[in-house]
Nanobody, 115 residues
Framework: QVQLVESGGGLVQPGGSLRLSCAAS????????MGWYRQAPGKQRETVAA???????NYLDSVKGRFTISRDNAKNTVYLQLDSLKPEDTAVYYC?????????WGQGTQVTVSS
């Protein structure tokens, strides 16, 4: 019943920006920590950023200073602002609840950084 839908990906040049959104439905509570994850071709999925229900955040070292995670609990939505994008950021980006509450992975949204 709980569903997470990612959107906002696209093709951008190096140095460009994107804003990803994750909309939650199914009657979920705002008390859960949530995160953004990504998976590049041939690579394992990795955690990019996480945010608690109170707004405390943490990031993958390689994206610190470039990505910003935020949430609007009233809208049941989590965002990931991607700035200063690099080709190595190319991946499918997923949102989910933080462990141990993760649910089935959805389709994600594709981010491609290329000139």
């Amino acid at each position: 019943q709980v569903q997470l839908v990612e959107s906002g990906g696209g093709l951008v040049q190096p140095g460009g920006s994107l804003r990803l959104s994750c909309a939650a439905s199914g009657g979920i509570s705002s008390i859960y920590a949530m995160g953004w994850y990504r998976q590049a071709p041939g690579k394992q999925r990795e955690t990019v950023a996480a945010i608690t229900s109170r707004g405390s955040t943490n990031y993958l070292d390689s994206v610190k200073g470039r990505f910003t995670i935020s949430r609007d609990n009233a809208k049941n939505t989590v965002y990931l602002q991607l700035d200063s994008l690099k080709p190595e950021d190319t991946a499918v980006y997923y949102c989910n609840f933080a462990p141990p509450f993760q649910i089935r992975w959805g389709q994600g949204t594709q981010v491609t950084v290329s000139s």
